[in-house]
């Protein structure tokens, strides 16, 4: 089964507070304490100038499904179920806003890195493609072996260049596999690293670092393949979803796709500040967490992903701590933004721009 599952499908609120006085900035430690005024945590002295509300069932997003066709996938009905799972995504209305693109691994000219940035269907409105899509998955047949890095760092090249283009959506990268990199492509190429488990690691983690960030979460599909968490580790979504082949595979890949659809509901935009005499402080920012508006929890931020291990249900850090655009909750503190009546609110101080 999934190695990771979320709870039930919960809509939720995100409120993004800023609350500064332009001529007279008051500071964060004073203007943000828990439990402090009829607002909600803001000091009586403290003014609001500036907020975003937005409760969402789930944002716009884009998946580029990275689908392993090697042999190895046609034994023990990997791929028939995963075809299966994918044909259901396809047509499932609740999926409706969502774009979606596939590529597949490996290709003829296995080690080209041009022809992996033309996705077999390009990105678009999951109704618009699914005829499209399902057609695709049925005409592939499996062979070849497992190109992984020249895959990536084609999809890559597609998939920033569509980030730039739609930059109101987010987009990321979904590889399903039942393998590693193999001894496919490892010899150096002109347009791709050598094919090994280190490079693939250290091009989801530029992928993750870089702007624009594309995510890549990882599906694998099979026994013995703690190994992906490497991967998925450094593209900045935690451990790989491992689908055991015992059990409904079927099942356990559309279980996957949902919970990294929810897992993307999680990643909460930084708003701009009010005005252009003020900036925000991001080193003071509160992620706070209620039920049904009952008394707060104050979630911490742990600085990065790796963070989240002393903090699974309560942390949260940004995706770039240099340049914030983003603030992620970590896996187990999304599941929990996700119960019933639960509201996620980040709330910014600011100070006056320094002119």
Request: glycine share 8%.
């Amino acid at each position: 089964m999934s190695a990771r599952r979320l709870t039930s499908p919960l809509l939720f609120a995100a409120l993004f507070a800023v609350g500064c006085d332009s001529d007279n900035p008051v500071p964060f430690a004073d203007a943000y304490k828990p439990g402090v005024g009829q607002d909600g945590g803001l000091a009586n002295d403290a003014r609001v100038c500036g907020n975003i509300t937005r409760i969402p069932e789930l944002p716009p997003f884009d998946v580029l499904l990275a689908l392993d066709t090697s042999y190895s996938m046609d034994f023990k009905e990997k791929w028939l179920s995963v075809k299966s799972a994918l044909k259901v995504f396809a047509t499932d209305k609740s999926f409706s806003s969502m774009g979606v693109g596939v590529q597949y691994f490996p290709l003829r000219a296995q080690c080209k890195v041009a022809d992996y940035a033309a996705p077999a269907v390009p990105v678009a409105n999951i109704t618009d493609v699914s005829s499209t899509l399902v057609a695709s998955l049925d005409e592939q047949r499996m062979a070849g072996g497992t190109p992984m890095v020249p895959m990536l760092t084609g999809l890559l090249e597609y998939a920033r260049k569509w980030a730039e283009e739609h930059p109101e959506r987010n987009i990321s990268i979904i590889i399903a596999t039942d393998g590693i990199p193999d001894d496919t492509c490892i010899a150096p190429s002109d347009d791709a690293m050598p094919n090994t488990l280190a490079n693939i690691v250290k091009v989801a983690a530029e992928a993750a670092m870089t702007r624009p960030r594309i995510p890549i979460f990882v599906i694998g599909v099979g026994g013995e393949l703690t190994a992906l968490n490497e991967i998925s580790q450094a593209g900045g979504t935690g451990d790989a979803f491992l689908v055991d082949t015992a059990e409904n595979i079927q099942k356990a890949f559309l279980e996957a796709l949902n919970d990294i659809r929810r897992t993307m509901a999680c990643a909460y935009d930084i708003p701009d500040p009010p005005s252009e005499e003020l900036i925000l402080d991001f080193a003071a920012a509160q992620v706070r967490f209620t039920i049904n508006d009952e008394d707060p929890e104050y979630f911490e931020n742990v600085l990065g992903e790796a963070g989240c291990a002393g903090a699974p249900d309560t942390g949260w850090y940004y995706d770039d701590v240099d340049e914030p655009r983003k603030i992620i909750l970590c896996k187990d503190a999304c599941k929990k933004s996700h119960s019933d009546g639960g509201k996620i609110e980040v709330i910014f101080g600011c100070q006056a721009r320094p002119f």
